[in-house]
């Protein structure tokens, strides 16, 4: 079956950088896009960027590019999201979602990886 | 950037009624649209791709329709486990999602 688990709680001072994983299971890895999506405390849902696992190549929304690398690891199927310069506005919980080749909704989720960003 | 807006933001409804979620967007995305549904805790599910095709596993009282601009989510007979968050999602430029409605039991 199809799973994709992410790395644990972060808890980052705000100027610093944190990578969260997401280990793919189940499937072809190289054969489906991977969304990264945050959700900010009783907020609503906000999309960050696509990775095509297959050759690395990535797209990031305008708000966090230059701030944001998506990168992948096709020896251990796991992709990486990393934003750098947290401010406190970056708290949320970061997810993983898969992404059909000819599609662009999502059909699996991660569980999420919160990250809290305080001095 | 499309911009998805959802309405109502909240929508309370007794269990066994029906309930309409509509979601619209500033410019056309054909049908490429997509509903989520989120508990609390939880990460989102999806329910509905291609505006009205139901994801595997997802009960038929859960249906979508619209195209370009207007959107519907429909519950036909609310249970229980129904009460939750929804999103819209458009994929056709780019994604964006909309801000949510959520279903609570009146």
């Known amino acids: 079956q199809v799973q994709l688990v992410q790395s644990g709680a972060e808890v980052k001072k705000p100027g610093a950088s944190v990578k969260v994983s997401c280990k793919a299971s189940?499937?072809?890895?190289?054969?489906?896009?991977m969304h990264w999506v945050r959700q900010a405390p009783g907020q609503g849902l906000e999309w960050m960027g696509i990775?095509?696992?297959?050759?690395?190549?990535?797209s990031y929304a305008q708000k966090f590019q230059g701030r944001v690398t998506m990168t992948r690891d096709t020896s251990t199927s796991t992709v990486y999201m990393e934003l750098s310069s947290l401010r406190s506005a970056d708290t949320a919980v970061y997810y993983c979602?898969?992404?059909?080749?000819?599609?662009?909704?999502?059909?699996?989720w991660g569980q999420g990886t919160l990250v809290t960003v305080s001095s | 950037e499309i911009v998805m807006t959802q309405s109502p933001a909240t929508l309370s409804v007794s269990p066994g009624e029906r309930a309409t979620l509509s979601c619209r967007a500033s410019?056309?995305?054909?049908?490429?649209l997509a509903w989520y549904q989120q508990k609390p805790g939880q990460a989102p599910r999806l329910l509905i791709y291609?505006?009205?095709t139901r994801a595997t596993g997802i009960p038929a009282r859960f249906s979508g329709s619209g195209s370009g601009t207007e959107f519907t989510l429909t519950i036909s007979s609310l249970q229980s486990e129904d009460f939750a968050v929804y999103y819209c999602?458009?994929?056709?430029?780019?994604?964006?999602f909309g801000q949510g409605t959520k279903l609570e039991i009146k």
């Open positions: 979602a898969r992404v059909g080749v000819s599609s662009g909704y999502s059909d699996y």
């Open positions: 189940g499937y072809t890895f190289t054969s489906y896009y």
């Open positions: 990775i095509n696992p297959s050759d690395g190549s990535t």
């Open positions: 410019q056309s995305v054909s049908s490429n």
């Open positions: 291609g505006a009205s």
């Open positions: 999602q458009q994929y056709n430029n780019w994604y964006t």
